[in-house]
């Protein structure tokens, strides 16, 4: 079946450090990828999105991620996150071979401490 | 103009009984999707609209559930016969275009409670 994997459920990390959340899709041909973030107590948000062009996308408050094709990966970056990056990170892909449905990961539960 | 509205914001329901969700999407959007968040289970698609077609319900978990959208616009989500599996936080999103090709703008939920 047709899939999207976020390797880690839970996160916790210092102010300043570095975050890389993974996220694997096992969908053929044309994708479209995005990284969404769920405050607490707010609803899911866009941070960034990849179509096409260069792999390597910047969204808002710096994060930014990779589309590598030949693994299927679409990890996401910051180089040092802030307390007010604690939130829920999810992977979203669309396939063009599966419709135009957008199929998320589990999500991952970031938590930096002060 | 205003967001992704859906209502209502909690229910609580006793096992058995039927509940309705509904959901604006913002104006002019084509597409809305229905997803279900569970603790520890991620977001799970339901269905997706494009106009008033449902191309995609390969997501329906059983035939309790249906989905209908008038208009073009608002949506309402239909659980028949409740059971406590159904707890969650239901997820709405609409977005331009075709759907998976534009990002999606959420609600904030209805968080249900089957007891």
């Known amino acids: 079946a047709q899939s999207v994997s976020q390797h880690n459920h839970h996160v916790i990390l210092s102010e300043a450090a570095s975050l890389e959340l993974g996220c694997n899709y096992s969908?053929?041909?044309?994708?479209?990828l995005f990284w969404y973030v769920q405050y607490p107590g707010q609803h899911l948000q866009l941070l960034l999105k990849?179509?096409?062009?260069?792999?390597l996308v910047k969204g808002i408050k710096g994060f930014e991620a990779e589309f590598i094709k030949s693994k299927f990966s679409f990890n996401l970056r910051k180089p040092s996150v802030q307390w007010s990056d604690t939130a829920e990170y999810f992977c979203a892909v669309n396939a063009r071979a599966a419709g135009n449905k957008l199929t998320f990961g589990g999500g991952t539960r970031v938590l930096v401490k002060p | 103009g205003a967001g992704v509205s859906q209502s209502p914001s909690n229910k609580v329901t006793e096992k058995g009984k039927d509940v309705e969700l509904r959901c604006d999407p913002i104006s002019g959007h084509t597409a809305l999707y229905w997803y279900r968040q569970s603790l520890g289970q991620g977001l799970e698609f339901l269905i997706y609209f494009q106009g008033n077609s449902a191309p995609d319900k390969s997501g329906l978990p059983s035939d309790r559930f249906s989905a209908e959208r008038t208009g073009g616009s608002v949506s309402t989500l239909t659980i028949q016969r409740t059971q406590q599996e159904d707890s969650a936080v239901y997820l709405c999103?609409?977005?331009w275009g075709q759907g998976g090709d534009s990002p999606l703008h959420f609600g904030n939920g209805t968080r249900l409670t089957v007891t």
């Open positions: 990849y179509f096409s062009g260069d792999p």
């Open positions: 969908y053929g041909g044309t994708v479209n």
């Open positions: 999103a609409s977005s």
